[in-house]
T-cell receptor, first 110, second 116 residues
C-alpha cells in the first residue's frame, strides 16, 4: 500500500455544490495534517493546517479519522475559483517527513 | 506570501551538463527542502536541510547534490543532467520539523527544467 493515496479525479461539480475529497494514509505518529491547493503551473499553497482532529475555515472543513486512517476536505458552496488540484499531507510518521499526496483535481463549472 | 524565490525559473539544458538551481528565502526558517514534481508521482523529496551545512537525503536523491552555506540559500546541483531529470523543481521552507506547529511547508514558485 502506498503511504498516501488520493483519487486523482477530476471531480466536476456545478457552482454551489458541496464536494468532499478523501486521502488515505499509513504510518502515522502524529495528529497534525495539511491540505494544499495547487493551481495549474503554480506552486502548492497551504490551504489548511490542522493540529487536532479537525478544523473549519469558512467554506472549508478538514477532518482526521485516525481509526480508518484517512483525512478529508469538504468544500461547501463551491466557487469557480475553487477549481484547482488539492494535495493532502497526512499526519507524518516517525521520520517526521511530510508525504504529499498526488492530488485531486477539482473543476467547478458555471 | 512567504519570501521564497527560485532561480532560474526556466532552464533548458543538454544531457551531461551540470545544472545548479538556487533557492533563496528571507524568512530565516531553519528547514529547507527540494522537491521534484512529475505527473503521476506528485511531490517527491530530493534533499532537505536542517541548518547551515546540515543536509540529508530524501527519497529520490540519486543524481542530485545540495549545499547550504547560508541560512537563506539552498542550492540543488545536477552534476550531469539526464533526460529523466526533466521536471518541475520546488523549494520549500518550514520553521520546524516536528508535528504540533510550524512544520507546515511553504513553497517557492518552482523551476521548470528540461534536459534534452
Amino acid at each position: 500500500r502506498k503511504e498516501v493515496e488520493q483519487d486523482p479525479g477530476p471531480f466536476n461539480v456545478p457552482e454551489g455544490a458541496t464536494v468532499a475529497f478523501n486521502c488515505t494514509y499509513s504510518n502515522s505518529a502524529s495528529q497534525s495534517f495539511f491540505w494544499y491547493r495547487q493551481d495549474c503551473r503554480k506552486e502548492p499553497k497551504l490551504l489548511m493546517s490542522v493540529y487536532s482532529s479537525g478544523n473549519e475555515d469558512g467554506r472549508f472543513t478538514a477532518q482526521l479519522n485516525r481509526a480508518s486512517q484517512y483525512i478529508s476536505l469538504l468544500i461547501r458552496d463551491s466557487k469557480l475559483s475553487d477549481s484547482a488540484t488539492y494535495l493532502c499531507v497526512p499526519p507524518p510518521g516517525s521520520s517526521y517527513k511530510l508525504i504529499f499526496g498526488s492530488g485531486t483535481r477539482l473543476l467547478v463549472r458555471p | 506570501d512567504a519570501g521564497i524565490t527560485q532561480s532560474p525559473r526556466h532552464k533548458v539544458t543538454e544531457t551531461g551538463t551540470p545544472v545548479t538551481l538556487r533557492c533563496h528565502q528571507t524568512e530565516n526558517h531553519r528547514y529547507m527542502y527540494w522537491y521534484r514534481q512529475d505527473p503521476g508521482h506528485g511531490l517527491r523529496l530530493i534533499h532537505y536541510s536542517y541548518g547551515v551545512k546540515d543536509t540529508d537525503k530524501g527519497e529520490v536523491s540519486d543524481g542530485y547534490s545540495v549545499s547550504r552555506s547560508k541560512t537563506e540559500d539552498f542550492l540543488l546541483t545536477l552534476e550531469s543532467a539526464t533526460s529523466s531529470q526533466t521536471s518541475v523543481y520546488f523549494c520549500a521552507i518550514s520553521e520546524s520539523l516536528l508535528a504540533g506547529g510550524g512544520n507546515e511547508q511553504f513553497f517557492g514558485p518552482g523551476t521548470r527544467l528540461t534536459v534534452l
